[in-house]
């Protein structure tokens, strides 16, 4: 069994970091948004610091951005309602998101990141994290640059950061979530599968709450008990992505480190001030949201073929419905129309608290392909 995951499978890989060593480092920083008003605000260190929306005592909307170790300690996380981090910890101290400020700090942080890794071998993923591919295969080089990666940024912005080293994207960026926060972990390729193995399958990117429970019916649950699966079966009941899931359990993860500059979808969010069933209100504001949305379209230079709005009810009972069309646009009505209907079948008596409407499938608007179509109407 092991020795089957270790051998790359399909045929039509790229040739050249396929089937040679690699050695692949994740950089995150740790409490990003958090650290940096920390460091603003020197009196915040040691203490539970909360960046989202406003609390106001509790009564407030909108989610947690980040929040320091200190208050993750009192259950607190990203995503959760401002209002029940609140409950959690009054006594936080509770800041507004300075977004112009951590792009700012992330700019300087991606500039000396660059310099470690060949021009070529660099993918920002979020604004506090990046891939670099280096020039190693020994083990103690790479603990060397990774220690002088997280040296330089401390010393340049008093920021740590947790870095996951492995022979691929997948096991480096499980391996940085090991030892966070300022956690440094390196896993080799023959360590791949020791590694991975007693790991729960949530820690492979893509598995979210409704696959493991899926996989958990069959009673898989570590990434051992996906590795050892039948992949016939993994196939059979989730089809090109039963492989995928497979492929990653194994440890196998071909995907390279490659600056990534495609837009993959557009969207804005409205949490409403009070949870509103009232039609016109909810209209209205799909109306303000498609207008911005597709403003942000434009400026991107790209053209889309699916909508998509997401609803969630005062209770967080979350759903999303999607349309695709046959043709790529960047209409406003068109976008305006699609949504209303969409939006249609949550009217209703139970109050709405957020509207959320995406744009994806895009395409650059100055491609034949799109432009044609936009050259006819
Ligand atoms: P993360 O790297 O996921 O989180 P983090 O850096 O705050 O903490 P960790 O030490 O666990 O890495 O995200 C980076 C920043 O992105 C985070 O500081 C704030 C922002 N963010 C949001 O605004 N909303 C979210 O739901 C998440 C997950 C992150
Ligand atoms: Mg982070």
Known sequence: MARNCAIPKRADKPPDSSYGTRTILLVDMDGFFSSIEMVEHPELVGLPVVV????????????VSTCSYEARDYGIHSGMPISKAYRLCPDARFLP???????MVSGRIMKILR???????????SIDEAFLEIKTDDS???????????????????????????????VAKIASDVE?????????????????????????????????KTLKSMGIETIRNLRTYDVRKLVSGFGK???????????????????????????????????????????DSIDALAGETIAALIETGYLFRTVSVKVRFEDFDTHTRAR??????????????????????????????????????????????????????
């Open 52 to 63: 989202g929306a406003d609390p106001k005592e509790g009564t407030g909307r909108g989610v």
């Open 97 to 103: 998101v300075a977004m112009a400020l951590y792009q």
């Open 115 to 125: 310099s470690y890794a060949p021009v070529d071998k660099f993918q920002k993923v």
């Open 140 to 170: 103690a080089d790479a603990t060397l640059i990774a220690r002088s990666i997280k040296e330089e940024i401390l010393e340049k912005e008093k920021l740590t950061c947790s870095i996951g080293i492995g022979p691929n994207k997948l």
């Open 180 to 212: 966070k926060p300022d956690g440094l972990t390196v896993v080799m390729s023959g360590e791949v599968q020791e590694f991975l193995d007693p790991m729960p399958v949530t820690k492979i990117p893509g598995i979210g709450k409704k696959t493991e």
């Open 241 to 283: 992505w039963g492989h995928q899931m497979h492929d990653l359990a194994c440890g196998i993860d071909e995907s390279e480190v490659k600056e990534d500059f495609t837009v993959k979808s557009v969207g804005r969010e409205l949490t409403f001030d009070e949870d509103t069933s009232d039609p016109r209100v909810i209209l």
């Open 324 to 377: 695709s069309i046959g043709f790529m646009s960047s209409d406003l009505k068109l976008v305006a129309d699609i949504l209303k209907e969409l939006v249609s079948e949550f009217i209703g008596e139970k109050k709405i608290r957020l509207i959320g409407v995406r744009l994806s499938n895009l395409r650059k608007a100055d491609t034949r392909q799109t432009s044609i179509y936009e050259f006819i109407r």
